[in-house]
């Protein structure tokens, strides 16, 4: 058994396992932590209390941004087969169209169920432990370790919290994993029969919830439709599912539905405490306006690892948090200036003039697509907007005006 030097003088249990780095969460975010880790000579455990291939609620849309973090970390590309790759997208508008870009930079298309299965096995076979299909009992953050339901405990130098939305680690620490007044949440099918159709082109739906959209993202197997947004906002979620199903001609009974939080912009500010970091939806990296949080996911486990390498590595693993906030600036800057543009997509007043311009400008379409891309980032759009805010407040005055006139 190792005997590393942060464990201080207590001594050891014969049941006890101890561990440089403890991974909760085998999803995008535990495996790139755990493969960075372990990659870099620590001792790694990774738990998750799913066995893997597990599903997970997810459209499955594929960014540029999450393609090239994947190469960053894994060190090759995410493998995709031609169909999974998608050039054609077709935004509506309360099902108008506003726009069918035939030439967008290529998103693909995955299946959580695979998508996780591989990267999980990658931190495995990079070192790590596997700890998957195991339940936590116990997280005690004072003496640094877990206890798992069949009786075994495990220490860590660092915890690094990839349990997802309803993380335990973020309840351990903050009392509470998410703000439920500022939570995104989702509703989900796979349409199947019928609706299989790989040609044809990704559809995205503004407004087909309140502060959110409605996706149709064709599959070889199947498309996976869903309606997200604010919480808050949409009381009726399952109505809104419902009208788009109808929309987009899908016989499907509500009980089918199912349905996931989605931290849509609330993320933490603080993402954990000493040698205690929270990564992914877990610090709620989720970007606000087009929900992707893969890419997130990925590139915060790999800085997570990062910070607890050099912590440990100076026997100081209280100060991975501070290297950890240290590398996250970027991501957090992307996600504030992704809630001050938010506004400008969602607010209700401002819907009429957004459609108008969405529908004109073929740079607002292509810009949408190359930020998706991950070509272009937020402060690129936020100066584009700069430019057309006068005139989106202009239209929505004037719209508000005409509304009046007609009542
Ligand atoms: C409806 C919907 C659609 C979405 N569509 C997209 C999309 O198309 N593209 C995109 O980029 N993003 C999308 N997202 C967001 C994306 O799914 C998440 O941001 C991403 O999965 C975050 O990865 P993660 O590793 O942080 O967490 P997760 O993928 O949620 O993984 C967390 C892991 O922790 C495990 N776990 C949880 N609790 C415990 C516990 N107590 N003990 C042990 N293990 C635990 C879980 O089993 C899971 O394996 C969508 C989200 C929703 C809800």
Request: net charge positive; with cysteine.
């Amino acid at each position: 058994m190792p005997d590393p030097c942060w464990l201080g003088p207590a001594g050891l249990d014969m049941t006890d396992q101890v561990f440089d780095v403890v991974v909760v969460g085998a999803g995008p975010a535990g495996g790139a932590a755990a493969f960075t880790a372990a990659r870099a000579g620590l001792q790694v455990a990774l738990i998750d209390r799913k066995t893997f291939p597990r599903n997970k609620l997810c459209g499955g849309l594929i960014t540029g941004r999450a393609r090239r973090y994947y190469h960053e970390i894994f060190g090759e590309e995410m493998p995709f087969e031609p169909q999974d790759r998608k050039t054609v997208v077709d935004f509506r508008f309360r099902g108008r169209s506003v726009g069918l870009i035939n030439d967008a930079p290529a998103l693909c298309m995955a299946m959580r169920w695979d998508m996780d299965h591989l990267i999980c096995a990658k931190a495995i076979a990079a070192g790590t432990r596997d700890f998957t299909g195991c339940q936590i009992s116990e997280i005690n953050l004072n003496a640094k370790f877990l206890g798992l339901k069949d009786g075994r405990t495990i220490r860590y130098g660092v915890l690094i919290g990839a349990d997802g939305a309803n993380s335990s680690v973020a309840k351990a620490l903050f009392g509470q994993s998410f703000d439920r007044t500022r939570i995104g949440f989702g509703l989900e099918i796979e349409a199947t029969g019928d609706h299989i159709n790989p040609e044809a082109p990704l559809r995205i739906d503004f407004a087909a919830a309140r502060w959110g959209y409605g996706w149709a993202f064709p599959k070889r197997c199947s498309t996976t439709v869903g309606v997200g947004g604010l919480m808050a906002r949409n009381p009726d979620m399952k109505t809104a599912m419902a009208e788009y199903l109808t929309e987009l001609g899908i016989d499907c009974a509500p009980k089918a539905f199912k349905g996931q939080f989605l931290p849509f912009g609330d993320f933490r500010k603080v993402p954990g405490r000493d040698a205690m970091l929270l990564c992914g939806d877990a610090a709620g990296l989720v970007d606000p306006i087009t929900g992707e949080g893969i890419a997130y996911a990925l590139k915060s486990g790999k800085l997570a690892a990062l910070s607890a390498v050099d912590s440990l590595s100076n026997n100081a693993p209280a100060t991975a948090l501070e290297g950890y906030r240290r590398r996250l600036v970027g991501i957090h800057r992307a996600l504030r200036m992704a809630r001050w543009i938010r506004p400008v997509v969602f607010l209700p007043a401002l819907e009429g003039a957004f459609e108008t311009t969405f529908r004109r400008s073929s740079t607002l379409r292509q810009d949408y697509l190359r930020l998706m891309a991950g070509e272009i980032e937020y402060e690129h759009i936020l100066k584009a907007l700069a430019l057309r805010v006068p005139r989106l407040l202009v239209h929505a005055v004037g719209a508000g005006f005409r509304q009046r006139q007609s009542r």
